[in-house]
């Protein structure tokens, strides 16, 4: 092996050792723990930019990380929202996995195929949509539905699509698009609305990771194993922390100042190379 190569591969060592992995999971738990999500839209640019993760690689650590906090949370919050009343949503939760389990299949096969630059440009336009939701729909309230009989279901379909792909490419659960389209199009509280959020998110992460699996680049899990496992656990005492922060931080602050770091995420990451 070449000298400089030899150098580079000691610093991505270093740079992903366990106390890096828990520390950057923890800050990224605590961020997400803030605005009530897992953090992995913020994750995905830590992992490209500090951990030196190539584009599709990072979609799959986060994706697996992710899940990991994702099937954690929803025990979690059974306490403020009884499973039962999560079951006692069932056609809603399938009304939204009729698209996203779609969406998800043919979002990861569309970042598999992409060129890596390509990726960069994708994911660098998603963090700013996903900024723009942050601002404008994580403050929607429950109300009247928006639609409902056929319409609602065939919007719901269509909206669970989106989402779908959105969270395959990012590798994200989806919570950021998810609760505003449950309170916005189902009228639902946004308490449940979190934890349904949770239950759809679950198996449309299972088929985009399904879907990674057939991939080469799902071997990065296997070398880096360790490294997920820290971080997911990182991310989950983020949560928790964030949880104890969010009333010391006022929402008009918090929701814009997040945004920005989003927004300066994806400037970095389509200038990735």
Excluded at 49 to 65: D, H, I, P, Q
Excluded at 78 to 93: F, H, K, R, S
Excluded at 249 to 258: E, K, N, S
């Amino acid at each position: 092996m070449a000298p400089h190569r030899m150098s580079m591969a000691a610093s991505g060592d270093i740079a992903r050792s366990p106390l890096a992995a828990f520390g950057g999971g923890t800050l990224i738990g605590t961020l997400g723990g803030l605005i009530g999500l897992g953090g992995a839209e913020f994750r995905l640019p830590l992992l490209i930019g500090t951990f030196r993760f190539a584009a599709l690689e990072a979609v799959v650590v986060n994706k697996a990380t992710s899940l990991v906090v994702v099937a954690s949370a929803l025990p979690f919050r059974a306490g403020t929202v009884p499973l039962a009343e999560v079951a006692a949503n069932w056609p809603v939760i399938l009304n939204l996995l009729a698209g996203s389990l779609l969406g998800a299949w043919l979002g990861a096969g569309w970042a598999t195929r992409l060129r890596s630059e390509a990726l960069y440009r994708v994911i660098a336009v998603l963090l700013v949509a996903i900024a723009a939701v942050l601002l404008v729909g994580h403050d929607a309230t429950a109300g009247t539905a928006a639609f409902t009989g056929t319409a609602q279901a065939v919007a719901g379909v269509l909206a669970g699509f989106g989402i779908g792909v959105v969270a395959a490419i990012l590798g994200v659960a989806g919570g950021e698009l998810l609760i505003p389209t449950l309170v916005l199009l189902y009228g639902v509280d946004i308490k449940l609305a979190g934890s349904l959020s949770l239950a759809v998110s679950l198996p449309t992460m299972l088929m985009g990771f399904a879907r990674y699996s057939r991939d080469q680049s799902f071997a990065v899990l296997g070398r880096n194993r360790a490294f997920v496992l820290v971080m997911a656990a990182g991310s989950i005492a983020g949560t928790v922390v964030g949880g104890q922060l969010l009333g010391l931080v006022p929402g008009a602050v918090l929701l814009p100042t997040l945004a920005g770091i989003l927004l300066v995420s994806a400037a970095k990451v389509w200038c990735h190379r």
